[in-house]
């Protein structure tokens, strides 16, 4: 957390597929990962981003996800892109957050409410918002329809490369 509050993280950016790294990511966790459905479409655009960096900001957020979803709840990961931008969404069906208290769920050693037991000392989703923000990316809290939470963590395409979209060759794209 220091290296990030004195702009010392140097991320390695690279091409990386989302594809291969939110598995990473949940094999890297410390909760089991057994309650997490995926939606990543392997014809994704590569994104702009540290490895490193990424694995652990999407680790930190799914766990916060699982802490506050309910049992039963499976915790969403899907990941879409726009214009510009490949998000991936960590969709749980807890509490949520209210709006005036959503930036602060992002300051280190904060937690809102009466956090589950075993919820750490409030620095995972500050972490997770430094390392996205490090590597060019955004992190923000929304709400979940229906009620819980959407942390929605968003990447620039790799520049330079065509597009394609989910079941379309490249060549239907050009």
């Given at each position: 957390m220091s290296r990030l509050q004195t702009d010392t993280v140097t991320p390695m950016v690279r091409e990386?597929?989302?594809?291969?790294?939110?598995?990473?990511a949940l094999e890297g966790m410390t909760a089991p990962a057994d309650n997490v459905v995926l939606d990543i479409?392997?014809?994704l655009p590569m994104v702009a981003a540290d490895k490193g960096l990424l694995e652990r900001a999407v680790?930190?957020?799914?766990?916060?996800?699982?802490?506050?979803?309910?049992?039963?709840?499976?915790?969403?990961?899907?990941a879409s892109t726009?214009?510009?931008?490949?998000?991936?969404?960590?969709?749980?069906?807890?509490?949520g957050v209210p709006d005036e208290a959503k930036d602060r769920i992002f300051e280190p050693f904060q937690r809102y409410g009466d956090a589950p037991r075993g919820a750490g000392v409030g620095l995972g989703l500050a972490v997770a918002r430094g390392f996205t923000e490090a590597m060019g990316g955004t992190l923000a809290a929304e709400d979940t329809?229906?009620?819980?939470?959407?942390?929605?963590?968003?990447?620039?395409?790799?520049?330079?490369?065509?597009?394609?979209?989910?079941?379309l060759p490249a060549a239907a794209t050009n």
């Amino acid at each position: 957390m220091s290296r990030l509050q004195t702009d010392t993280v140097t991320p390695m950016v690279r091409e990386i597929d989302l594809d291969e790294v939110v598995p990473l990511a949940l094999e890297g966790m410390t909760a089991p990962a057994d309650n997490v459905v995926l939606d990543i479409p392997e014809a994704l655009p590569m994104v702009a981003a540290d490895k490193g960096l990424l694995e652990r900001a999407v680790a930190n957020v799914i766990e916060n996800a699982l802490k506050y979803s309910p049992d039963g709840k499976p915790v969403l990961v899907a990941a879409s892109t726009t214009a510009d931008q490949v998000q991936l969404r960590v969709v749980d069906r807890g509490p949520g957050v209210p709006d005036e208290a959503k930036d602060r769920i992002f300051e280190p050693f904060q937690r809102y409410g009466d956090a589950p037991r075993g919820a750490g000392v409030g620095l995972g989703l500050a972490v997770a918002r430094g390392f996205t923000e490090a590597m060019g990316g955004t992190l923000a809290a929304e709400d979940t329809p229906g009620g819980g939470l959407t942390m929605v963590l968003a990447l620039r395409l790799v520049p330079g490369r065509p597009q394609t979209s989910p079941g379309l060759p490249a060549a239907a794209t050009n």
